[in-house]
């Protein structure tokens, strides 16, 4: 057989395949595995809100364990950095405005860079 057929046949090219995706895959998480966490905090009419606490919790087989917690800026805006979680569950709340739902974010891998696109609304 010639070289050339060996190396276009379609089991190597399968598997060539396999293998630039696995590298693209583990570029993708290399470059966004900073555990950057990032949201905002809005009232029941969209406005922000200023010193919220957000509580950053992970879900265990029998219970909401929290890892940490940050207030909000003066754009309601909140950050959690290196959170070292798969999964995680974020709730907020402010005295006077009320609370938030709690919300579970499923990230695809550890550590993943993420800033939610909706955000936590508080109710009474």
């Known amino acids: ?3 050339s057929v ?3 046949n379609r089991f190597t090219l399968t598997f060539a395949a396999i293998g ?3 590298l693209a895959w583990n570029l993708y998480v290399a470059a966004n595995d900073d555990g950057h966490l990032s949201g905002r905090v809005v009232a029941a009419d969209g406005a922000p809100v200023a010193g ?3 509580v950053l919790s992970r879900k265990t087989v029998t219970a909401v364990e929290r ?3 940050t207030v909000t800026d003066s754009a309601g805006r909140f ?3 290196h959170h070292g979680q798969y999964a995680v569950v974020l709730g907020a709340r402010k005295s006077g405005i009320g609370s938030a739902p709690r919300r579970t974010v499923r990230l695809w891998f550890r550590d993943q860079n993420r800033d939610l696109a909706e ?4 109710s009474p």
Do not use: H, Q
């Open 1 to 3: 057989m010639k070289p």
């Open 67 to 69: 890892v940490a917690d």
């Open 6 to 8: 060996l190396l276009l």
């Open 79 to 81: 950050a959690f950095e």
């Open 52 to 54: 919220a606490t957000v």
């Open 20 to 22: 630039l995706v696995a």
């Open 119 to 122: 955000p936590l609304v508080l």
